[in-house]
C-alpha cells in the first residue's frame, strides 16, 4: 500500500504540534519499519527545509531533512500522478 503524506503530518511530528503529534509519530514509526511505501511531496522537501531553518535553525533543519529522506520517497507532482 502506498501513502502520501502531507507537510503538516511532517510538521506535527518533528514540532511535536498537539494534539496530532501521536497520530503523526505513528506515521513515521511505520515509514521506518518499512509497513508501507510512505512518499512525500517534492515541495513537501523544500518547505519544510525552509520552515525548520525558520524555526529551529539551519543545523536542525539539515538533521531533520537527513532523517526524511532516508524513510520517505519523494512523489513527483505532476498533473498525471
Known amino acids: ?3 502520501l503524506i502531507d507537510t503538516n503530518v511532517i510538521l506535527d511530528h518533528l514540532l511535536d504540534r498537539k494534539p496530532f503529534n501521536k497520530a503523526a509519530t505513528k506515521i513515521f514509526s511505520a515509514a521506518e519499519r518499512g509497513q508501507f ?3 512525500i511531496g517534492g515541495t513537501t522537501v523544500t518547505t ?3 520552515l525548520l531553518a525558520k524555526w529551529v535553525g539551519a ?3 539539515c538533521q531533520a531533512m537527513e532523517q526524511l529522506l532516508q524513510i ?3 512523489a513527483a507532482i505532476t498533473r498525471t500522478v
Open 1 to 3: 500500500m502506498k501513502f
Open 37 to 39: 511505501e510512505f512518499f
Open 72 to 74: 520517505f520517497e519523494i
Open 59 to 61: 543545523a536542525r533543519a
Open 48 to 50: 519544510i527545509h525552509y
